[in-house]
């Protein structure tokens, strides 16, 4: 079980495994988590929607392909002096991205004033879209997520829009502006951004395959691996090798030797805030000194018995003669991002994954829902960490961060990434949808599943585990215990669920991230009260704004007193289906 070190574990711990148990060896959708009370509040404040906001309206597709001939000449000579040069004695590099307007629902001719300006804008784009996304599938949410799919078809039938072929698609971005017929396309409004795998041609249409903006997270968590240069690249057995990331609070992780002639180790690629526990078979070796550089940490003269820091760059060099692992106990990461301190709490973690690092990262200040990001800073302050010492994705690291707090990420229509996480049933909902209205078909139970018999929160996660015989004799047994264990655990239970429902399960939460037992205990005792109770998945159609951000809200069905339903029933939107007709069909949960 120790090679799979992120994942959510229904049932019971390893030694009392038996053939109830099941297994998720991953996180589940959107970094969703567990299941919902009876209702699941996921967000508090949520603004009504108009869903009537389409109506009357037109689209128009903006679009940012690369066009392949574009790009600077660079005269005679090639790039690094090379004298070869192709026929025609200029060199280049091409393929600059261009901004054009493919479609809009009515093709027209724009003012001088508009933007775009003096063009002629083709017909044909469909002024309801086809698209589909979900949080996740059925009714358990560790079912893997289906990131938003569809396409946007632009009718074509004299081929008027071939010219579209002359540019790479792949991975373009494309916005949908929504306004009034017959007014200036630059006061209309963007309501969705996408990026496209494709255009795939045919002799009447073209149609652009659709994902959001999460694709870029799929990336890695960053691109940094050791050259095996020396210093801090390493030595030459450590090329090719991926950087330590460490983050937050770490427990007993296990740094890289840089260096064997320095005896130099390093637990992450960029600076960290504290060194709290050098540890040498377990025994814990006093900091002498702190130094700036590498070369004045090699350099220094180091008591016996003692280790020299270098938090600049996460160094650490001890004065003993090697003869167990070395594992550290560190608050990581003390660079300064976007202006913002080395990240502590959830949010923080979540924000630096997504923005600090990596060609794929998101841009902190353009694709970041500010709202969602303060307010799981106000609620989840605790204190907490992780240790990335094998590469991950992005997404996958987000899901981590996420899961421990029944939390989920997503990218919302208009490209912006949020987060959020499962409130207590008593905040309640502030959307009301009344039976039959907004074009409303029949509710009908599309899933049922057992509640929680428990929830089990890991707290002080141990990155790499030590047996006995791995630590110095002087290590005592309950420090011994401790370090051979994946975790510590903090438990809340409902007995009563177990003996109502055969099938109901104890979840244990792996690498939840927290540092102190008291905030697990006290999440634990949170998810456990939301989750003791069953839960189904709800489906209905609605003739409602397609484009209408109702994914993890929550909204109460109103005069629907069937199926258990009651009077009134507040139930989580995880599903969203607009299949290019005046109609979209929701899934709830609830």
């Known amino acids: 079980m120790s090679d799979i070190p992120y994942r959510f574990q229904y049932d019971y711990p390893p030694e009392q495994l038996d053939s109830r148990t099941t297994y998720a060896d991953f996180f589940p959708p959107l970094g969703q988590f567990g299941g919902p009370g009876q209702p699941w509040p996921l967000a508090y404040g949520v603004a009504p929607l108009d869903f009537g906001a389409y109506r009357d309206r037109d689209l128009l597709l903006v679009a940012e392909p690369v066009d392949p001939e574009s790009g600077p000449t660079l005269g005679l000579f090639a790039p690094l002096g090379d004298l070869s040069h192709p026929e025609g004695g200029e060199w280049g590099w091409k393929g600059g991205k261009v901004v054009i307007y493919p479609a809009a629902t009515v093709g027209r001719s724009t003012s001088n004033d508009d933007t775009p300006a003096a063009i002629y804008v083709h017909g044909g784009l469909p002024a309801s879209p086809n698209f589909a996304s979900s949080l996740f599938d059925g009714v358990d949410p560790l079912t893997r997520s289906r990131p938003t799919v569809g396409e946007i078809e632009i009718l074509d039938p004299s081929g008027e829009l071939d010219w579209l072929l002359d540019y790479v698609w792949d991975g373009a971005r494309l916005s949908l502006k929504r ?215 992005k997404a996958d690291a987000l899901d981590l961060v996420m899961a421990g707090i029944l939390g989920w990420w997503r990218i919302r229509p208009d490209g912006l990434l949020t987060v959020g996480f499962v409130e207590s049933p008593s905040i309640g909902s502030s959307l009301s949808i009344a039976y039959r209205e907004e074009g409303m078909g029949e509710p009908r139970v599309v899933a049922i599943g057992a509640p929680r018999a428990g929830t089990a929160m890991s707290w002080r996660t141990n990155n790499t585990p030590q047996d006995r015989d791995e630590l110095a004799p002087s290590v005592d047994d309950a420090t011994a215990e401790i370090l051979s264990q994946e975790s510590r655990w903090a438990t809340a239970a409902s007995p009563a669920v177990a003996t109502l429902w055969p099938t109901a399960r104890t979840a244990f939460v792996a690498n939840s991230g927290f540092w102190n037992e008291a905030d697990a205990a006290l999440e634990a005792a949170r998810q456990q009260g939301i989750l003791d109770v069953p839960r189904k998945r709800w489906q209905w159609p609605m003739k409602v704004d397609p484009y209408a951000d109702l994914l993890g809200s929550v909204a109460t069905l109103t005069g629907f007193d069937r199926l258990a339903a009651g009077a009134a029933l507040p139930l989580l939107a995880i599903g969203i289906d607009a299949q290019g007709a005046d109609e979209v069909i929701f899934d709830w949960w609830g």
């Open 179 to 393: 306004g009034r017929r017959g007014t200036n396309f630059s006061t209309w409004e963007t309501v969705a951004r996408f990026t496209t795998s494709g255009l795939v041609p045919a002799l009447d249409a073209k149609r652009f395959a659709l994902r959001d903006l999460g694709w870029q997270l799929q990336g890695p968590l960053h691109g940094e691996h050791y050259k095996g240069t020396g210093g801090l690249e390493g030595d030459a057995g450590q090329a090719g090798r991926w950087k330590p990331w460490a983050l937050g609070w770490c427990f007993n992780a296990e740094p890289v030797l840089l260096s064997a002639a320095d005896q130099v180790f390093q637990w992450s690629l960029g600076s960290s805030q504290s060194l709290l526990a050098f540890k040498h078979g377990g025994v814990v070796l006093p900091v002498h000194a702190d130094y700036p550089t590498y070369e004045a940490l090699a350099a220094a003269s180091i008591p016996s018995g003692h280790v020299g820091t270098c938090l600049a760059h996460s160094l650490a060099r001890p004065n003993i003669t090697l003869q167990y692992g070395i594992r550290v106990d560190v608050i990581g990461d003390a660079d300064i991002a976007y202006g913002h301190p080395g990240p502590t709490t959830r949010a923080a973690i979540a924000r630096r994954i997504a923005t600090a690092r990596g060609v794929n990262r998101l841009d902190d200040t353009a694709d970041i829902d500010m709202t969602g990001f303060n307010r799981l800073e106000i609620r989840h302050a605790a204190p907490v960490g992780w240790y990335f010492g094998e590469e991950i994705s």
